[in-house]
Every structure is written in C-alpha cells, then in structure tokens.
C-alpha cells in the first residue's frame, strides 16, 4: 500500500507504475467515466519505452494479475494466454509520440460522445476545468472496415498526429482520449472533460455560453496542475473507490 503523505503523483518504480494502472482503472469505472469498454495505460518508469496495461477485461474488475507490459509497438511483452484489448494502439502510438506523457485513457463516455457528434468545440465553462481553454482536436480518420477502432499501429499513429502537443483529442462518434504527465493528472483531465463536456450540453439551450478565456484558462491550469490540487482530487478518488470497492483497500 503506497503512502501519498508526501505527494509526488509520478511512479518511480514499474511496481508502482502497475498499481497506478490498476487504481486508474478502478477509480474511472467507479466515477462513471468507464463502463465494460475503455482502457488506460502507465508508462515504465524504469524503461521508458514500455507501458503497462490490463488484459481485455471491463475496467471495474481489473487485479493486479491483470496487468501486463506491452512495448511502444503494440507487442505483448509479459508472458500471458490472456486476450489483449485491440486498441492498444491508442496508447502504444500516442506514448511514443509524446515523451512528455506518463498515462493515457481512451473511454466513451456518453456525453462526449454525444458533443462530439455536433463538431460543437469542447470548451472549458468551468473553473476546474481550465485546462481545455483551448479546443481539443477532433479525430474521425478512422480505417475503412474498421468499425471505427484505433487497432492497428497506422491508425494509432494517425491519432497521435491529430493529438499534436493537446491534452487530448476526440473520436468523433466514438469517444476520447486523454494524457496526463503523471496518472493523477489523466484521470482528473478524463473526469473533467466528462463534467465540463454535461455543462456544456446543460448549457446549450439557452445560447451560446460564455467560455473560458486563454488568459484565465492557463491559470486555472496552473492551480489544478498544483501538488495540492491533485494530492487533494487523488486522494478523494481513491477513498471513494476503495469505499465502493473493498478488494482495493490494501492494493491501492
């Protein structure tokens, strides 16, 4: 059980990086924002070019027996008879796109999904969701005959391109995916799209609504970016997960 007293959100071993991939998992499910489909990753921390991700098994039920290493290419690294998810790529291909990046989620919440179907800007109304103050990138080059699945390393590759240096991009009629420079900082940036993306459709009917300003928005970043915020939003995930989840308690 790792002690977040003194908060550094980073893994500094893989050991560490394997049980920030598993508390992810359970925190997004246990928030909503993952059902049986989605996935995350974690970057190694003691390779770089490797990532840790569970087998193809709904989010909710994810153990550490679940989680398996994967190389930069989509390979399987761990020695496992388990099925693996199939858009693995997302994750493969935007981590070695982005150095920068230590976790990625990729999930389908329902209000994303349908935003992202009016081409309407995913812009930040609230203030602890600042950090989109700039519209995040849309993404609909999907393969013929792929039913619309980032499952393969050309696909992957093409969204990392769509990400650029943006915190996320959005599947058009598919769904999101997001980065974080530590765990922490992808699972607040999953649940507060999702929550800025509900008040954006609550907002709708009424008008045009009056967005965050570039100026505001990279300050609000800068406080929801802080140790303390993150310490502090952490910190509430996981005693709620563990609340609702007790096979957790002494894993995460």
Partial sequence: MFDYTEFDGSAKTAEE?????????????NEGVLDGYGHVSVRNPETKDTFFQARAIAP???VPDDILEFSLQGDVISNTRHRVYGERFIHARVLKARPDVQAVFHGHP??????SATGVPFRSLGQFCGMFYKPLPYFDDYSKGSGMLINCIEDGDRLASALGGAPGVILRNHGVMMTGN??????MNAI???DNTRMQLMAAPFGEPRYISEETGRETERTQYSALSLERCWDYWV??????MPD???II
Avoid: G, P, T, Y
Avoid at 110 to 115: S, T
Avoid at 182 to 187: A, G, H, L, R, S
């Fill in 17 to 29: 990086a394997k049980v920030h991939c598993l508390a992810a998992n359970r925190i997004l499910a």
């Fill in 60 to 62: 909710e039920f994810v």
């Fill in 110 to 115: 329902l209000e994303v999904i349908a935003l």
């Fill in 182 to 187: 530590c765990v922490q900082q992808m699972v």
């Fill in 192 to 194: 507060f799209l999702r």
């Fill in 239 to 244: 005693l709620r997960a563990k609340k609702a």
């Fill in 248 to 250: 957790i308690i002494d």
